[in-house]
């Protein structure tokens, strides 16, 4: 029963025997008992008293003059003192767990000598790859040079404010090789608020210092490729606009030439020849649209004014200027525009919004099948941050399987050329390539031949997207 803490006390007497209590005692707390115990004794046995308190025994009574009081008191104040003893062992036991047990290393020190380390865990010589922490003979040695002002100044500024420290540096390990260590400590205070000492930890943050390095290193090269990129971008769009615009001198030549050959000469050439001439100027035709084109795709966005030029935008007024301007085009086809809603305000730019919305009509008026009467419905969506505008018409429809490429450049419907021998298929090119610079995207939703809806998304509030393009909706 002893051996397995089943009782609460044991009072005793010194004589029992083979064994004396002191004997018992002994083998007892040698055992791991934590029983407390009690030791009878008479009169004019002190130095058996101090032994027993030596070996283990909370307290001893004399058996002369016991009284049942003094007994009760015993009992009471041995067994409260043997369970806080236990509470204590146990924090403890569980404390000396979680230093031994954690990666990092935890430390004591001093109050006003925060750089002496009075205490130090196994931990430490784990990280210095040391024997034992006996053999880190100066913590403060193992420092970087380089790191040793900085260290300096934050333990004076702990000594003199008491406040928390935290702070990383690096220090030697055995072989002289650095490690990156983060180092936290808190001033413990008693009860009444006066400092006692120092506790902490350090931890090895050696793989987190290199991930910021590589990531650093990383920014600094993507920043120079996206400089390398923007410098390429710009030399290419410099190019494709100067080779448009040049090339453009020399077809306005060969379109006027064709026609005064046509006009001068045209009964005095052969069937063929007349042939061959119309040929020459409706492809010089294409030729100089497919340029204007271009030149207009290479210009969206160059414009300092176009990109920074942001500013409340009334899309109903975009929407008037726009019939206003396409007004020969819709009265020829007897076409209508209207809005099934007031049309919202964005924070856009005025100027590339009506470029994007002339695109959209005059394509919407253009491929519908000649036997209808074009008919295009502009809605808007509340979407929270962002507004959604849907423009729908009745005409050719667009290809299920021809939606993703539909803003690719030079892409166009599969009968597009009968409806519109003079396309070149930019038109939505452009388009996107707006809505994208003004902080949107756009896509074609599910159609069928009664139509096509070109739906856009434009943030109520201005914004640049970092990734020029467009995404389609899965």
């Known amino acids: 029963h002893l051996s397995n803490n089943l009782v609460d006390i044991v009072l005793m007497d010194y004589r029992l025997g083979d064994y004396t209590g002191v004997e ?28 027993a308190m030596e070996s283990g025994a909370v307290d001893y009574l004399d058996k002369q003059g016991l009284t049942s009081t003094a007994l009760d008191r015993t009992i009471r104040y041995s067994v409260e003192r043997a369970r806080t003893q236990t509470r204590e062992r146990e924090a403890n036991r569980f404390y000396r767990s979680l230093v031994e047990q954690t990666p990092a290393a935890f430390f ?20 210095l790859d040391e024997d034992s922490s006996d053999d880190i003979s100066s913590w403060l040695d193992r420092v970087n040079v380089d790191d040793r002002m900085a260290i300096a100044a934050q333990i004076e500024f702990c000594d003199r404010t008491g406040q928390r420290s935290s702070i990383s540096y690096r220090m030697h390990k055995h072989d002289g090789s650095l490690i990156w260590v983060q180092e936290e400590a808190v001033l413990v205070h008693d009860d009444s608020g006066r400092p006692l000492h120092w506790h902490g930890v350090i931890y090895d943050i050696t793989a987190r210092k290199q991930a910021e390095e590589q990531l650093r290193t990383r920014e600094v090269e993507l920043q120079k490729s996206n400089v390398a990129l923007a410098r390429s971008n710009r030399a290419l769009q410099d190019f494709v606009y100067i080779a448009s615009h040049d090339l453009k001198g020399p077809l306005v030549t060969i379109v006027g030439m064709a026609t005064m050959l046509q006009n001068d000469f045209n009964e005095a050439l052969t069937q063929d020849g007349q042939s061959y001439l119309e ?47 396409l007004r020969s085009q819709l009265d020829e086809r007897h076409a209508t525009v209207t809005t099934e809603v007031t049309l919202p305000t964005v924070t856009s730019n005025q100027v590339q919004l009506f470029r994007a919305f002339t695109n959209i009509i005059d394509n919407a008026i253009k491929y519908t099948p000649p036997t209808r009467k074009p008919r295009i419905v502009i809605r808007a969506t509340d979407l929270g941050d962002d507004w959604e505008i849907a423009v729908s018409d009745n005409g050719a429809g667009f290809p299920l399987e021809g939606r993703e490429q539909a803003f690719a450049m030079f892409q166009r419907l ?61």
């Open 108 to 127: 004591i020190s001093a109050y006003n000598d925060y750089a002496s380390k009075s205490y130090i865990s196994p931990q430490m010589a784990s990280l």
């Open 24 to 51: 018992l005692i002994q083998e007892l707390m040698a055992a791991g008992s934590e029983i407390p115990f009690v030791l009878l004794a008479g009169a004019g046995t002190r130095a058996i008293d101090l032994e």
């Open 279 to 325: 040929r020459i100027i409706a492809n010089s035709v294409k030729m100089r649209q497919l340029l204007e084109d271009i030149l207009e795709i290479s210009r969206v966005g160059q414009e300092e004014s176009d990109v920074r030029d942001m500013s409340k935008v009334d899309l109903n007024v975009v929407v008037s200027d726009v019939c206003d301007h």
């Open 414 to 474: 599969p009968n597009g050329k009968s409806m519109n021998p003079h396309g070149t298929g930019m038109g939505l090119t452009i388009v996107a390539r707006i809505i994208e610079l003004n902080g949107g995207r756009c896509w074609i939703s599910d159609s069928d031949d009664s139509g096509t809806t070109v739906r856009m998304i434009l943030p109520k509030l201005a914004t640049r997207p970092e990734n020029q393009g467009w995404v389609l909706p899965s």
